[in-house]
């Protein structure tokens, strides 16, 4: 056989990957290659499935079908320790580094070179320094994690990543809390890395840092490939067309009729502890539906919690119907009638083990009971029978525990709850996450029936269809800040994503 | 009263089940200690009336207790300051009603004035319930965790009660107060209290201590399965996210279940240490707090918070008190009590967690693995 010279040899390459979760299906017959000293951005909207097809090269899931190949030899990863032997490294998001350990410690965790079970901290932080000094971390091998700036763990992890011997390096938003010069630092070490030969999958939103230190870029869209482009085809425009890549046809929006300017909500300048620097004002007319969009980080449902009054008030103003209102606690907020439905259900908006009735009256039980604070247990259930039948929940009786409810009946649950008192801002966070699609258009419908009585909605959501077909405007956010507001007419995915990775409203 | 029994046994299946294992270890007990021959279960020393007034007046006691500890338990916390408690609080209390120079020469002693015993019941009443509203705040409010919180109580509450009594023994006898009546009401039935001291009959042979856990349990009842506030410690237990989420202040709710067990344990220090007359503060109260949890967690209550009744935690004390009995009258010896306390729980439990099912399962392995 011949040796083909001239043909680049990949480092990895994955052909083929189908991945199915329960009712979704994440990767179609997925396509990455990625050669030796190469750094291959991969990027698409959340929910694109970049998270899995890396997953999957990381050991964490196993693909139904499909091919991966190590240096030409077909390989099955079946845990995270396999993908380490053959030398991939995954320097995840969330940082799995132990604070409590020190560096070395943290670099060799579970490979520590022991002498009758006694660890050889000195031999540790011998072979630590070569690493730490191929990063241009210039920090003693003994320093506490904890001691390090945030950039700095992130350099620890991929540090351990290479202590490994790590071919290729796995980066998942890697510089989603760095600083400015913490994140240039880290573009610097990925390019010193890839001149060492080493390949680097970097998974970014921030199109800037992908365009400055990317060879390749792969778009995923809806869990298929939806693009290669080279080196020099790489510009902010073409990604995001690649990223967002189908039309929509629009949900017809029969609305905007209602909208009643001289009421509503409005708030002025609050501030998020995620982001204190930043202030955030927006308005939403009585009868209007404000979508609000961004990518994940971007602090929409920091911005709902606040003005919700569940996390702490650090600044700023709310008005209902021009009336300034009391804050600081959810209580406060909810006598206003400002609402909340969130992003977690189960988490957050249920208290899973409760009947449908006690779910529904939780928050106005002081309405069903008696001057001694006994509940009536008559008016309790009317009431939750009511938004049953109004809201058309599925439910054998309102005293099933709401576990038993499938996802879309739990959300309409959560609804019952405030829906049975008197809305004036309702908010929706991911109102529709991991609920079916018959389920999906009862609540927009619902969500413009609310809307059309005079509630103002603001409505924060990650789907993009769901967005531009509900909305009466979208505001855009992006770290904390609303980068702009959309009117009708300005609707499209691309001018979304564009504001939604830091542009500005005007170009 | 009967009503509302019989709609807990349709729902709740873990009451159901120590009901069971109530009863049947009253009829073993009966059985066991029956009159030689064969006579009547209802002749038996465990069934006579000086037992049964015994039994009920610790079930009384330590359920008042239990019921605290319960509500606690429900809002996902623990109290284990109980027992350290009641020993400080016994010490006040005999402090307040004994003449200052019959105390021991130790600092509480000397501050501590002589009042009325009907001011010293409400001034400990009082204290008992300060020291759940601090305890509460730190837990509730300041989210230190109640264990922690609740363990430096037990070790704090039992210290200041040794060193402010010397570490000696403090007696009822010392007071020179007629004590007459807070006799009756501590230790005395509901007959002596109605007749001064006269009575008979089958009021005598029920303790005020059992009447002051039926009162308790019927307030308790009444605030945990119907009140609002009552379901807020479910809700706050269950998931104290969401309910905050629905604008309940749940840093209040779990503070306040921390005040009703510094209320429930100091209400309960009164008649316990007037029955056992003195108060020796190494040993006073020691373990309570483990028998609360215990009855608690026996009658239904998860550790995990949201679960539990008060008609459980009824019938996990009477268990307890009866399991006690038993090997008392059956003559074991005092010292294995606990362990067999213990066993008991220990199956109790199991059997209710995974039934009969992984009972068989543990004790079939051997054979199995012998093969």
Redo the contacts between chains.
């Keep these: 056989m011949k040796t083909e010279l001239e043909k680049p040899s990949f480092a990895l390459s994955m052909r083929g990957v189908n991945k199915t979760f329960p009712g979704v299906k994440a990767l179609t017959s997925v396509d990455f290659d990625i050669s030796k000293g190469e750094v291959v951005a991969l990027i698409g909207e959340n929910g694109a499935g970049k998270s899995t097809l890396m997953n999957i090269l990381g050991g964490v899931h196993q693909p139904d079908s499909g091919e991966i190949k190590v240096n030409d030899k077909i390989v099955t990863i079946k845990s995270v320790s396999q993908a380490d032997s053959l030398g991939i490294g995954f320097v995840h998001q969330e940082l799995n580094i132990l604070d409590n350990l020190d560096v070395s410690a943290n670099v060799y965790l579970g490979r520590e070179p022991r002498k009758l079970g006694i660890i050889q901290k000195n031999i540790i932080a011998e072979k630590t320094n070569p690493f730490l000094k191929v990063l241009g971390l210039d920090i003693s091998p003994d320093t506490p994690v904890a001691k390090l700036s945030i950039g700095q763990q992130q350099l620890v992890e991929i540090a351990k990543a290479l202590s490994k011997e790590a071919k290729i390096i796995i980066m998942d938003e890697p510089t989603s809390s760095l600083t400015l010069s913490e994140t240039d630092k880290l573009l610097n070490v990925i390019s010193d890395l890839r001149d060492k030969g080493i390949s680097i999958i970097y998974i970014s939103h921030r199109l800037g840092e992908v365009s400055a230190c990317a060879d390749r870029v792969v778009a995923l869209r809806d869990g298929e490939n939806a693009g290669v482009l080279a080196k020099d085809e790489i510009t902010h425009n073409r990604m995001v067309s690649l990223m967002v890549g189908r039309e929509l046809e629009r949900t017809t929006n029969t609305n905007g009729s209602k909208i009643d300017q001289s009421k509503g909500f409005e708030t002025k300048d609050i501030i998020t502890s995620t982001y204190p620097n930043n202030k955030v004002s927006f308005k939403i007319s009585s009868g209007e539906i404000l979508g609000m969009a961004g990518l994940v980080g971007a602090g929409r449902s920091e911005v709902a919690q606040t003005i919700?009054g569940?996390d702490p008030n650090l600044g700023g103003s709310v008005y209902i119907d021009g009336k300034e209102i009391k804050r600081g606690?959810?209580?406060a907020?909810?006598?206003s009638g400002i609402y909340?439905a969130?992003e977690d259900r189960k988490?957050?908006?249920?208290?899973?083990?409760?009947d449908v009735s006690?779910n529904v009256s939780?928050?106005s039980?002081?309405k069903h009971?008696n001057g001694?604070?006994?509940?009536n247990n008559e008016s309790e259930k009317i009431t939750a029978n009511q938004q049953i039948e109004k809201l058309n929940i599925k439910t054998p009786s309102a005293e099933t525990p709401v576990i038993n409810l499938s996802g879309g009946n739990q959300q309409k649950v959560v609804l019952g709850?405030w829906l049975s008192m008197n809305p004036k801002l309702l908010i929706f966070d991911e109102p529709t996450r991991g609920i079916d699609v018959g389920a999906k258009a009862e609540i927009y419908k619902l969500m413009r029936q609310l809307a059309d009585k005079g509630v103002a909605i603001l409505m924060i959501s990650s789907d993009m269809e769901e967005v531009i077909g509900i909305s009466d405007r979208i505001a855009v956010m992006h770290e904390g800040k609303i980068t702009g507001i959309l009117g009708r007419n300005e609707f499209t995915e691309e001018n979304i994503m564009h504001l939604a990775v830091g542009g500005s409203s005007e170009s | 009263m009967n009503n509302s029994k019989l709609g807990f046994i349709n729902n709740n299946r873990r009451e159901l089940g120590m009901l069971g294992l109530l009863i049947a270890l009253i009829v073993i007990t009966s059985w066991g200690t029956r009159e030689s021959g064969v006579q009547a279960l209802f002749e038996s020393k465990f069934l006579s009336a000086d037992n049964l007034k015994n039994i009920s007046r610790e079930i009384g006691i330590y359920g008042i207790f239990s019921i605290g500890v319960g509500i606690v338990i429900i809002t996902a916390g623990i109290d284990l300051s109980v027992g350290s408690l009641m020993a400080l609080l016994g010490v006040v209390f005999l402090y307040f009603v004994t003449p200052p120079e019959t105390r021991p020469d130790s600092f509480l002693a000397k501050i501590i004035p002589e009042i009325p015993w009907l001011a010293a019941v409400l001034f400990t009443l009082l204290i008992g319930t300060a020291i759940g509203v601090f305890q509460g705040l730190l837990v509730g409010k300041l989210k230190l965790q109640a264990f922690i919180v609740t363990l430096c109580g037990l070790l704090s509450y039992r210290g200041l009660a040794r060193f402010s009594a010397d570490d000696t023994s403090i007696n009822i006898s010392d007071s020179s107060q007629n004590l007459e009546f807070l006799r009756f009401l501590g230790e005395g039935s509901l007959s002596d209290v109605l007749s001064n001291g006269n009575g008979s009959g089958f009021l005598h042979s029920i303790p005020m201590s059992f009447i002051y856990l039926l009162c308790f349990a019927i307030f308790f009842g009444?605030l945990l399965h119907?009140?609002?506030?009552g379901?807020?410690i479910?809700?706050a237990g269950?998931?104290e996210?969401?309910?905050?989420?629905?604008?309940?202040?749940t840093n209040i709710v779990i503070a306040f279940a921390y005040v009703i067990a510094g209320f429930c344990t100091a209400f309960a220090a009164i008649p316990f240490c007037i029955y056992t007359g003195s108060v020796q503060p190494a040993t006073h109260g020691a373990f309570f707090e483990l028998y609360a949890i215990a009855a608690a967690v026996l009658g239904g209550c998860s550790l995990r918070g949201?679960e539990g009744s008060i008609i459980g935690i009824l019938i996990g004390t009477a268990i307890l008190i009866v399991l006690r009995n038993m090997v008392n009258l059956f003559g074991y010896p005092t010292p294995l009590s606990d362990a067999i306390t213990g066993g008991v729980i220990f199956v109790g439990v199991l059997l209710d967690q995974h039934g009969a099912s992984s009972i068989k399962r543990i004790f079939s392995k051997k054979p199995v693995s012998g093969n």
């Excluded at chain 1, 001694?372 to 509940?375: F, R, W």
């Excluded at chain 2, 119907?226 to 506030?229: A, L, P, Q």
């Design positions: 919700f569940v606690s959810a209580k907020s909810i006598n909340l969130p988490r957050t908006g249920l208290i899973t083990q409760f006690m939780l928050a039980l002081e009971s001694l604070g006994i509940i709850k | 009444v119907k009140s609002v506030f379901r807020y479910f809700a269950r998931n996210l969401a309910t905050k989420y629905s604008g309940i202040n949201g």
